[in-house]
């Protein structure tokens, strides 16, 4: 159980174009999903919370008009890098936390997507 | 702010041989702390947690003790095995439901 899956895997795009990563929780809904973004040999870092229903909230230095993200319903999160540049070229990883204590799993715990690897040309 | 120093990598280790891999935090008030592993290929499992001082996560062999007097909580095993093999990540989360993570340890072991 507790599974989390992101689609594409993979995406390679233009410069200027636009691209939507979906972050999905299979088997449990959840309140809160997390936006991660991942450069080569360094930690994680979070870019934005998403409850659903309601705007997500960013992270100091992360521009929202620029990663737009929708928390549409309690399994589905979608991330989309409008006008990409080679600089937004990253392993961005999603994570979801349940939506009940009660299902056995406690709001600190974050089941964690195999991540989506974007380049931009 | 809250940061995780993790050990830097990769470490490659021959089988039943003793892991170590250091972490140490840095954080305001009092955090709950994680080891998660990614297998090749797969998202980040949780491993283990301890939420406070003194107490020792465990799972799967790993063992990690939430050390307040010197901000640590290494992990340890003490006998790898091949399956092993994958990215280690410390991380902390205080009172926000949002993770710190250290830069990731690649563990190799060869059989």
């Known amino acids: 159980g507790a599974v989390v899956s992101q689609h594409p895997s993979r995406v390679i795009c233009k410069s200027g174009t636009s691209v939507k990563i979906e972050c999905r929780s299979l088997?449990?809904?959840?309140?809160?999903m997390f936006w991660y973004r991942q450069f080569p040999k360094q930690s994680l870092m979070l870019m934005a919370t998403s409850n659903e229903g309601s705007k997500a909230t960013y992270e100091q230095g992360v521009e929202k008009d620029k990663f737009l993200i929708n928390h549409a319903s309690l399994t589905l999160s979608t991330l989309t890098v409008t006008s990409a540049h080679p600089e937004d070229s990253s392993f961005y990883i999603c994570s979801a936390s349940p939506h009940s204590p009660s299902a056995g799993r406690g709001t600190d715990t974050q089941y964690f997507g195999p991540g989506t690897r974007l380049t931009v040309l | 702010g809250d940061s995780v120093t993790q050990m830097e990598g990769p470490v490659t280790l021959s089988e039943e041989a003793f892991l170590t891999i250091n972490c140490t935090y840095t954080a305001t008030g009092y955090p709950s702390l994680f080891w998660y592993v990614q297998y090749p290929g797969e998202g980040l499992q949780l491993l283990l947690k301890a939420t406070k001082a003194d107490d020792k996560g465990s799972n799967k062999g790993f063992e990690a003790t939430y050390r307040k007097e010197t901000t640590s909580f290494h992990l340890e095993k003490g006998s790898v095995q091949v399956s092993d093999s994958a990215v280690y990540f410390c991380?902390?989360?205080?009172?926000?439901?949002?993770?710190?993570f250290g830069t990731g340890t690649r563990l190799t072991v060869i059989p």
């Open positions: 991380a902390l989360k205080t009172g926000a439901n949002n993770l710190f």
């Open positions: 088997d449990f809904q959840a309140t809160t």
